[in-house]
């Protein structure tokens, strides 16, 4: 049977057996229970409210991280426990995740997570700064990167998005995009998952990922399926996802920055080899790859992810203030 006759059936499959539809929760119970103290919001000029939080060292250089798909800001907390005693973290929920919420009509976009990106920095004062993503995340970060080079200090990727190595033959290597890609990328697949409840699918992905299952905690879980329960968030992601982002060998080339590229050889999501030709295509790029880490090392490893990225922040030339 061919792929996509089996990807259908799968997802029509998943359909008939997680059929009982999981409701929306209401923002105000979801942020009752997600936000913290250190949790603020502020309506960008796109109409889009953006939950973020500051923190760290007011004064220090300012660091702006941004999570993957599916996550939330939380994902960074263990570096911001790490770092905060020199710079100043922000970090952000993109649009159709966390306690973000957008306009009607809003699609969700590469190009609209670097208007985001850019919108809070700008209004939150922080030019230079340093910028890292984590997988989907990463690929708006050297989006970002290519559109404003002239705001960034350095770029961070771990575990990002970006083109996929190639053989000898000039074909992509690998076996493609992840399951979950493939069933999106269907009508029927996208009819299933609008209506299913994400749980039973949260926890063996979420497991995948960590590597360590120690890591996936029934808050962990709970965390990732109440999020993506907010209203319109199934559907949004939906229309906005038909796959993984695109990304052009020729358009990473362009990266000018100084560039950091953190990998685990464990990734099960983005596989190692996307880390290793984004390093081999942006000029100067270094790469760390981490033997026994999966697709969130800022988490898996916290210690030593975040001292590399100390390491390479505080090997970076200071740079003047730029209001660009």
């Known amino acids: ?3 996509r006759s089996l990807v259908a059936l799968a997802a029509a499959l998943l359909a008939t057996a997680l059929a009982g539809c999981a409701r929306d929760i209401p923002y105000e119970t979801l942020k009752a229970k997600y936000a913290n103290p250190a949790s603020r919001f502020v309506t960008l000029q796109n109409g889009v409210s953006v939950h973020y939080r500051d923190q760290g ?8 991280l941004v999570h993957g798909f599916a996550a939330n800001l939380d994902t960074w907390e263990p570096w911001v426990a790490r770092l905060g005693d020199t710079y100043r973290v922000v970090t952000l929920d993109l649009p159709a995740h966390g306690l ?3 306009p009607p009509g809003y699609e969700m976009s590469t190009q609209g997570q670097v208007e985001v990106i850019d919108q809070l920095t700008r209004q939150l004062g922080l030019s230079p700064f340093v910028l890292a993503g984590n997988s989907m995340g990463g690929g708006a970060s050297w989006n970002y990167a290519l ?14 998005v970006g083109p996929r190595p190639r053989t000898e033959a000039g074909s992509p290597s690998g076996e493609g995009p992840p399951a979950i890609f493939r069933v999106m990328a269907n009508p029927v697949g996208r009819a299933a998952l609008r209506s ?13 990922a960590y590597v360590d299952e120690s890591l996936v905690t029934p808050a962990l879980v709970d965390r990732y399926v109440d999020l993506a329960l907010a209203p319109g968030r199934r559907e949004m992601i939906l229309a906005g996802r038909r796959g993984p982002p695109s ?20 990734d099960t999501v983005v596989p190692v080899g996307v880390g290793e030709e984004l390093n081999r295509l942006i000029p100067g790029a270094q790469l760390i790859i981490y033997p026994e880490a999966g697709h969130v090392p800022m988490e898996q490893i916290p210690d030593r992810s975040a001292a590399d990225v100390r390491a390479f922040i505080e090997s970076l030339p ?4 730029s209001g660009k």
């Open 100 to 102: 973000t919420v957008t």
């Open 57 to 64: 060292r007011p004064e220090g250089p300012p660091v702006v």
């Open 147 to 160: 559109a404003h080079p002239d705001r960034l200090r350095g770029l961070v990727l771990v575990a990002s």
């Open 196 to 208: 299913l409840d994400p749980r039973p699918l949260a926890e063996p992905g979420l497991r995948k």
């Open 318 to 321: 200071p740079r003047e203030s």
């Open 247 to 266: 990304a052009s060998a020729d358009a990473v080339k362009g990266v000018s920055v100084p560039t950091l590229v953190m990998h685990g050889a464990k």
């Open 1 to 3: 049977m061919p792929l």
